[in-house]
Structures are given as structure tokens and as C-alpha cells.
């Protein structure tokens, strides 16, 4: 059984050793880009989690396929392999960004848009962001191809759907209703 109770003593003590390197915002960003690959390929998290896999395959594992992940969150994945952890890898990531903003008052937005943004564009909505929410925001981009145009904001697990998708997604929903 999963405890968000271990996960986040977890993500306590990354968050603290991150805070001590003066690595936070790009741990948060390894642990999420880890996650999000790892859920691309259903197989992988079935193999990590796997009983009969033993922990220097898993480790072998994530030192092939993941060969960028920095120190701290390679340190993380080593300890949740050793002591049998593995399934807690989304959850601690999930309690990395909430012991974040507790500790920094700071809102963390995630972006995603069909294209990059450009700076202006990006400056004009993390100022907006932080007038509406009344607090500091780090925004987090990611780019989605399959999204035709717009952008949908993800704040603290609050969803803003702009995106075309969405815009057609509702209006067919309208239209069936």
C-alpha cells in the first residue's frame, strides 16, 4: 500500500538537500520530466516495480535509460529501490512541489502549449499568474505537438483548459447536451 505519509518524508528530504545545493527548481523539473517518461512506457514502471527484479537490474535500468538525471534525484531513485519503494515515485514527486510551495509560498504552474512560449509571452503570464493568485509563480513549459493551439495551465493541481481541444471538446459536449 501506498502512504503519502512515507512519500512525503521522501520528498522532504530532497526538497532539503535540493534547498542545500541550490538545486530546487531543476530537481522539481528532473523528478517531473523522470516521471513523465516513465509514464510513457507502461512496461518500465512494471519493471521497476517488479518483485523478481533484482535491485541491481533496476538500477542498471534507469543508468541506461536515464543517463542525465542528476545526482540528487539519481540518489532518490537508488534509496526507493533499496528499500523497496519503487511504487512511491509518483506520489513523492506529487509531495516534492507541494513541501515546495509550503516552504516557499511560491505557486508552481505547469504550461503546456503546442509551441514554445517566446519570452514576452512568457513574462506576460507569469506576471498575470501572479496578480490573480496573489503569490510568486515558476511556471514549468512543456510541449505538447498534439495540442492545436492555446495552452492549458495546471496550478496546483487546478486545471485551466485553453486549449483548442478543450474549446471544441466542450462546445461538442454543448451541442450533444
Known amino acids: 500500500m501506498i502512504s503519502r505519509e512515507v512519500a512525503r518524508r521522501y520528498a522532504v528530504a530532497l ?3 535540493a534547498a542545500e545545493t541550490g538545486r530546487v527548481t531543476e530537481t522539481e523539473g528532473e ?3 523522470f516521471v513523465a517518461e516513465i509514464d510513457e512506457v507502461p512496461d518500465a514502471m512494471a ?3 517488479h518483485p523478481l527484479v533484482s535491485r541491481e537490474r533496476k538500477k542498471a535500468f534507469l543508468d541506461a535509460a536515464f543517463p ?3 545526482e540528487s534525484v539519481r540518489g532518490l531513485l537508488g534509496i526507493l529501490i533499496r528499500n523497496g519503494r519503487e511504487d ?3 506520489l513523492v514527486a506529487e509531495e516534492y512541489g507541494a513541501v515546495r510551495t509550503a516552504r516557499e509560498g511560491t505557486a508552481h504552474v505547469e504550461v503546456t502549449s503546442a509551441v ?3 519570452d514576452n509571452a512568457r513574462q506576460r503570464l507569469t506576471k498575470r499568474l501572479a496578480e490573480v493568485l496573489g503569490r510568486p509563480v515558476e511556471c514549468v513549459e512543456r510541449v505538447d505537438s498534439g495540442l492545436i493551439g492555446g495552452m492549458r495551465i495546471d496550478v496546483d493541481g487546478a486545471v485551466v483548459d485553453g486549449t483548442l481541444r478543450g474549446r471544441l471538446t466542450r462546445l461538442a459536449e454543448r451541442l450533444e447536451g
Open 68 to 70: 542525465g538525471l542528476g
Open 15 to 17: 526538497y532539503d538537500l
Open 116 to 118: 514554445p512560449l517566446d
Open 31 to 33: 523528478l517531473a520530466r
Open 88 to 90: 512511491h515515485l509518483r
Open 47 to 49: 519493471y521497476l516495480v
